[in-house]
Nanobody
Framework: QVQLVESGGGLVQAGGSLRLSCAAS????????MGWYRQVPGTQRELVAT???????NYADSVKGRFTISRDNAKGTVYLQMDSLKAEDTAVYYC?????????WGQGTQVTVSS
């Protein structure tokens, strides 16, 4: 089992920055992919960014050039640096981890960008 706890969400003005963190605990060995998804009420959860254990990254087109994902494998922690935030980035952001074909999710952290 893997537990994920997010932190770093909040309220920020458009153009500002936030940094999300997600700490994994439990059986963190053999975690391959970690990442972030987001969801607006009434819509489907969507990919924001993922990173593999060998640091391969994947970003949604809407965040490329503005968001940066990074990871500390030893600590089982993944980060999302969000710059040049826009009102449309407002959502609940969920941490994600995949280990041996099983997916895990955090509880989510709210990010609100005021225009």
């Amino acid at each position: 089992q893997v537990q994920l706890v997010e932190s770093g969400g909040g309220l920020v003005q458009a153009g500002g920055s936030l940094r999300l963190s997600c700490a994994a605990s439990g059986s963190i060995f053999s975690i391959n992919t970690m990442g972030w998804y987001r969801q607006v009420p009434g819509t489907q959860r969507e990919l924001v960014a993922t990173i593999t254990s060998s640091s391969g990254t994947n970003y949604a087109d809407s965040v490329k050039g503005r968001f940066t994902i990074s990871r500390d494998n030893a600590k089982g922690t993944v980060y999302l640096q969000m710059d040049s935030l826009k009102a449309e980035d407002t959502a609940v952001y969920y941490c994600y981890a995949r280990r041996i074909l099983v997916s895990y999710w955090g509880q989510g952290t709210q990010v609100t960008v005021s225009s």
